[in-house]
């Protein structure tokens, strides 16, 4: 179970396209996680998952694929340890945005409410265990974050 | 910090269908964390009428309505799973709707039971 937050850490969490911040002791450099779902309950929830249950210290919010570019391009790529994408999202199909994150080296979670995991990790690049469906518990997308994170090593922003 | 005088526990139940796990798990697990003297439960759709009997929440988070035969709760909250509908909140027998609630608008709704637990003259969802 997550440790408990008073309102105050919620309040950080965070306007679309802003930066919610939580340093960690440990490692040098800021592990910032792009979150890109058009749920406003699930992605703010996922938040704070991220950042109390793994060594992620930053999350940026996006709605949409639109925004998800703006926060992209207004910070340079490398600033982001991460991402986690939902591939349903109400402009464009998330596929395009994890091409261009792969593209930048940034490794991806990718979400879908479709339970066909290797056409979509054969659509995206991804590998079956980046790709999970709506239907996964709690355990296995903290499982697979958690494994994204591992993989960065400790030198990795 | 939450600061509560004599804080009331609130049972809450999060019932949405088994092809949004995910969510539902999610959304539990971030209640409790935030709201840690709250007693979080989370089941499939399909069991929301037993779980409802059988637990007896003050708090329902779910994809569907409420209906007279769940009984009365302090709140209600249809959670619609596509952002660009409307979610149907009840608080206290007054209702509202949400486009796309956060994680905050959900917390209001939880804080808001609590403080109706025990009121007199209290309205039902």
């Given at each position: 179970m997550l440790a408990t937050m008073n309102s105050e850490q919620t309040e950080k969490n965070v306007p679309i396209g802003g930066v919610a911040s939580r340093h960690v002791e440990g490692h040098a450099r800021t592990r910032r996680v792009l979150l890109v779902d058009d749920h406003a309950l699930f992605r703010g929830v996922l938040a704070i998952i991220c950042e109390e249950q793994t060594s992620l210290d930053e999350n940026v919010q996006a709605g949409s694929l639109a925004e998800a570019r703006r926060a992209l391009s207004s910070r340079?790529?490398?600033?982001?340890a991460l991402a986690v994408v939902d591939l349903d999202l109400p402009d464009e199909d998330g596929v395009e945005l994890i091409g261009e994150l792969r593209q930048a080296g940034i490794p991806v979670l990718a979400l879908s409410a479709s339970r066909d995991h290797e056409r979509l990790a054969g659509v995206s690049g991804l590998?079956?265990?980046q790709v999970l469906s709506t239907a996964a518990s709690y355990d296995e997308i903290l499982g697979a974050v958690r494994k994204l994170v591992e993989d960065l090593g400790e030198e990795s922003p | 910090m939450h600061e509560r005088e004599e804080a009331a526990d609130i049972r809450i139940l999060v019932a949405l269908e088994d092809d949004y796990r995910a969510y539902r798990d999610v959304i539990a697990v971030g209640i409790h964390a935030l709201r840690p003297h709250t007693e979080v439960t989370n089941a499939a759709l399909k069991k929301l009428e037993e779980e409802v009997g059988r637990l007896e929440p003050d708090v329902v988070i779910s994809s569907v309505a409420a209906r007279a035969d769940y009984g009365q709760r302090l709140a209600w909250v249809e959670l619609?799973?596509?952002?660009?509908r409307p979610s149907k909140v009840c608080v206290g027998g007054r209702f509202t709707e949400r486009i796309n609630p956060g994680l905050e608008a959900l917390l209001e709704v939880v804080d808001e039971a609590e403080r109706l637990v025990g009121s007199e003259n209290t309205g039902a969802c």
């Open positions: 340079n790529s490398k600033s982001f590998e079956p265990g | 619609s799973l596509d952002p660009a």
